[in-house]
Structures are given as structure tokens and as C-alpha cells.
T-cell receptor, first 108, second 114 residues
Framework: GIQVEQSPPDLILQEGANSTLRCNFS?????LQWFHQNPWGQLINLFY???GTKQNGRLSATTVATERYSLLYISSSQTTDSGVYFC??????????FGTGTRLQVFP | DVKVTQSSRYLVKRTGEKVFLECVQD?????MFWYRQDPGLGLRLIYF???????EKGDIPEGYSVSREKKERFSLILESASTNQTSMYLC?????????????FGSGTQLSVL
């Protein structure tokens, strides 16, 4: 099956810093999504981005499907950005496969 | 906004008990999913459903069953709970065919089996 790798596994930032999270996948995909899981466990869908670039406030995402990677940019990070960021891709069997996540900690 | 509601936030059960985890979504979504999340293993798909009374096995269906009698409700059943089923259980839903749409999650149920 398709493999999804995220990097870095852990990231520690001070408030106001920018960061880039990466998601590599091993095969062509038609569907890629980014999620944020807050410290209380709630998973929030950030982006549905099979290709191209999208922006939502301080967050933006770019997927280059032909090169099999996606990037999530967080600018001017805040303590509320802390948590785990997952990317997920759709396998041909119609199942979303999740990466192992990037744990982000933002300190004041 | 889509709302996916899981009936319990925390649940403690004993080995051998039959356990029901309930999930309800309010946006008329076709697709519903049950995942479990464990440290170091990420999210793993247990079962999913693309329509009422329809179910498909995910990656780790052993020890679980599901029920979807109504479109808005998808139940996960642990027939005889075991300690290795202690986990965070997450329900999700999406609109559209084949799960190829934006996925929305409930807030999760942390199940402890003693």
C-alpha cells in the first residue's frame, strides 16, 4: 500500500516563528488532507489539497502531486498552534492513509 | 459547520464486556469511518461505511463489528472487550463517493479496558 512519511517528527518553536512541515507519499494520489489534532485530541480538517496551493489565515499548504509531496506552512506561530499535524492521502481502495504526524510545541 | 458527535468522551469497561461506541453526524454525509489512535501507531482504520446497512472492513477489523441502521448514525461494537482494545476511538464522516472528500472528526472516546 501507499506509504506516507512526515517530517520532522517533532518541532519546538517560540511564538512568532515560522515553520514548514513536510509530507511525502509513495504513489500518485487524488486526495490529500492536512489535519491538526489539538492537545485535547480533537482533529480539525485544515486543508483538502490534492494539488496546488491554498491559504487560510496564517496557514497555507502546497501539494506538488507529480513530485509526491505536500508542505504545510505556519507563519507567526501562536501557542494555540501546538498539537500534532497529520497529512492523509487516499489510497486506490478508497481509504485515507494517515502519516505518523509532526508534533509541534509553541512556547511563549 | 459539520458536527460529528461521539456519545462518550471517556469510558471504562471490564474485560469481556460488550461495548457500544456511538457516533452521530448532522450533515447528511454518505460516508462514516471508525479509527483508533495509539501512540507510535498513528490512526488506523477499523471499519467504514458508504451507505446505510453497508460496511467495509478497514485495516484492523478483528474484535470489532459495526452497525449503520440510519444514515446519520454509525456504531462501533466491541463484542468482548480486551485490554489490547484500550485506545482512543475516533469517528469521522465525509460527503461524497469513496470517501474522497474532506473528512470531519468527532472529539474521540478514550476507552480503557481493565
Amino acid at each position: 500500500g501507499i506509504q506516507v512519511e512526515q517530517s520532522p517528527p517533532d518541532l519546538i518553536l517560540q511564538e512568532g516563528a515560522n515553520s514548514t512541515l513536510r509530507c511525502n507519499f509513495s504513489d500518485s494520489v487524488n486526495n490529500l488532507q492536512w489535519f491538526h489534532q489539538n492537545p485535547w485530541g480533537q482533529l480539525i480538517n485544515l486543508f483538502y489539497i490534492p494539488s496546488g496551493t491554498k491559504q487560510n489565515g496564517r496557514l497555507s499548504a502546497t501539494t506538488v502531486a507529480t513530485e509526491r509531496y505536500s508542505l504545510l506552512y505556519i507563519s507567526s506561530s501562536q501557542t494555540t498552534d501546538s498539537g500534532v499535524y497529520f497529512c492523509a492521502v487516499l489510497e486506490t481502495t478508497d481509504k485515507l492513509i494517515f502519516g505518523t504526524g509532526t508534533r509541534l510545541q509553541v512556547f511563549p | 459547520d459539520v458536527k460529528v458527535t461521539q456519545s462518550s468522551r471517556y469510558l471504562v469497561k471490564r474485560t469481556g464486556e460488550k461495548v457500544f461506541l456511538e457516533c452521530v453526524q448532522d450533515m447528511d454525509h454518505e460516508n462514516m469511518f471508525w479509527y483508533r489512535q495509539d501512540p507510535g501507531l498513528g490512526l488506523r482504520l477499523i471499519y467504514f461505511s458508504y451507505d446505510v446497512k453497508m460496511k467495509e472492513k478497514g485495516d484492523i477489523p478483528e474484535g470489532y463489528s459495526v452497525s449503520r441502521e440510519k444514515k446519520e448514525r454509525f456504531s462501533l461494537i466491541l463484542e468482548s472487550a480486551s485490554t489490547n482494545q484500550t485506545s482512543m476511538y475516533l469517528c469521522a464522516s465525509s460527503l461524497g463517493e469513496g470517501g474522497a472528500e474532506k473528512l470531519f472528526f468527532g472529539s474521540g472516546t478514550q476507552l480503557s479496558v481493565l
